[in-house]
């Protein structure tokens, strides 16, 4: 998804259910959170986190915090009971209205933020920074572009503690390498792809997040680039399109997994690509191809792309008929005013009218349907944190990862930001063993 259509998922999850998707707990969803329940796992969980840092030698200061992602303000109000201020920022108005909702500490302060950064707020302007199951809902090039911000606002002496599962499988060696960053077009010799899926048939729920294991292989004679500029913009990445039964491609459903490190011809690396099912039944097929973010999918190339075939158990929607759908909109008006309606045809209204109609009437269909909002799942390669935390004038003191179900392996990433800024790249040191697991999250 693109930035809008994330804000308007998540405006549909404040909606619908904002505390089970804020915090998605088995037993939780359908409004069965308790408010106060939910409001002291927040405590509990920043009071966690600030002995820990503190064990680790970042003992921050106690003025502005910031929570990025804050959803219904869990610990945006946790952290006003320890910091002179807290500021909430949230990409869905409806969380922070709930957020607002909820609010018992007049130290909170919310923000709506549609924007791919962090422009609201000037640089250094937070001794502690927190996001937790936030990143993970995005794309990882707008993920990077936020962890960017996050170091920027970061003030020297503050100290940062953001969540994101890592985007491929552990493997020897396939992390390490360089990681250029994409501009021109691929050259012509440099579009061809050997894709492996690890399951060619899928049995899958409507509505859910699900996974494959993709061998990508460079069968062409040019460097793939793993990074982009702007927006991505660049990068060469795993995706897929989804095709229905009738061989229709549906829009806004198109996964991406990251390459670890550039691939040189003949290189090759594993892949998770996670996506979001289709919300009606049906016969499938995840059609998976690789393409160069802003320039091509690698089939407009010649390349040929590989089909898994995906069997998808649900709700089959009826298909709504031709009449409603705005087709035969003008089908009575046509036949007793044809004048007028070959002129109204000849000014663009008949199409725009329909246009219209079509999308009022795949609205209707989807809340007939109790369609669900869908919460995407991604991850970014641990070296590229790191990268970034560096950049930034970070120093990386511990990294914490997590096995959760699905296969998915969260890492929370520990940072300070030096009162000098200027010099060296990120430092590890292990967790102290006191606090080296953490509580599971779902």
């Known amino acids: 998804m693109d930035l809008r259509s994330l804000q308007r998922h998540?405006?549909?999850?404040?909606?619908?259910?904002?505390?089970?998707?804020?915090?998605?707990?088995?037993?939780k969803e359908d409004g069965r959170w308790d408010e106060?329940?939910?409001?002291?796992?927040?405590?509990?969980?920043?009071?966690?986190?600030?002995?820990?840092?503190?064990a680790l030698g970042a003992d921050v200061r106690r003025g502005r915090a910031l929570d990025f992602g804050c959803g219904a303000g869990r610990h945006t109000q946790a952290l006003a009971r320890r910091f002179a201020r807290a500021d909430g920022v949230d990409i869905a108005a409806s969380m922070l209205e709930v957020a607002r909702r909820l609010g018992r500490e007049p130290g909170c302060h919310y923000h709506h933020n549609d924007r791919p950064d962090l422009s609201l707020f000037t640089s250094a302007t937070f001794d502690f920074v927190w996001s937790i199951l936030a990143l993970q809902h995005m794309r990882p090039d707008y993920a990077a572009a936020y962890v960017r911000e996050l170091m920027r606002v970061t003030a020297p002496g503050g100290a940062l503690v953001f969540q994101v599962p890592t985007d491929s499988p552990a493997a020897g060696g396939q992390?390490?390498?360089?990681?250029?960053?994409?501009g021109a077009?691929?050259?012509?010799?440099?579009?061809?792809?050997?894709?492996?899926?690890?399951?060619?048939?899928?049995?899958?729920?409507?509505?859910?997040?699900?996974?494959?294991?993709?061998?990508?292989?460079?069968?062409?004679?040019?460097?793939?680039p793993a990074l982009g500029g702007s927006q991505g913009a660049g990068r060469v990445m795993l995706g897929a399109r989804w095709i229905t039964a009738a061989g229709a491609p549906l829009e806004g459903n198109e996964p991406r997994a990251a390459l670890p490190a550039d691939c040189a011809?003949?290189?090759?690396?594993?892949?998770?690509?996670?996506f979001t099912v289709p919300e009606r039944g049906g016969g499938y097929t995840l059609e998976l191809d690789m393409v160069q973010e802003h320039v091509a999918w690698f089939q407009e190339k010649g390349s040929r792309p590989v089909p898994v075939r995906c069997a998808v158990d649900g709700p089959r929607v009826p298909v709504t008929p031709p009449a409603a759908s705005g087709a035969g909109a003008f089908a009575g008006f046509a036949a007793r005013h044809p004048t007028a309606h070959g002129l109204l045809r000849r000014l663009g209204v008949v199409p725009a009218y329909r246009r219209l109609a079509r999308a009022a009437?795949?609205?209707?269909?989807?809340?007939r349907s109790g369609r669900r909002p869908v919460m995407e799942m991604y991850g970014l390669a641990g070296d590229e944190v790191r990268r970034l935390i560096a950049e930034g004038?970070?120093?990386?003191?511990?990294v914490e990862s997590?096995?959760?179900?699905?296969?998915?392996?969260s890492c929370q990433y520990w940072v300070a930001k030096p009162v000098d800024v200027g010099g060296g790249h990120g430092h590890e040191r292990p967790l102290p063993a006191a606090v080296a697991s953490g509580a599971a999250r779902s």
């Open 175 to 182: 992390g390490e390498g360089p990681r250029s960053v994409g």
């Open 36 to 54: 106060d329940e939910f409001l002291r796992s927040g405590e509990s969980e920043i009071e966690d986190v600030l002995a820990r840092l503190a």
């Open 265 to 274: 011809p003949g290189q090759a690396a594993d892949l998770v690509l996670w």
């Open 185 to 224: 077009p691929l050259p012509p010799g440099a579009w061809r792809a050997r894709l492996t899926p690890g399951r060619t048939e899928l049995a899958l729920t409507a509505g859910d997040i699900a996974s494959v294991l993709v061998h990508v292989e460079n069968a062409s004679s040019g460097v793939w």
């Open 10 to 27: 998540w405006h549909a999850w404040g909606r619908r259910d904002p505390l089970w998707a804020a915090v998605t707990l088995a037993g």
């Open 402 to 409: 997590e096995p959760w179900p699905r296969g998915i392996l």
């Open 393 to 398: 004038g970070g120093r990386l003191l511990a």
């Open 361 to 367: 009437a795949a609205f209707r269909a989807a809340r």
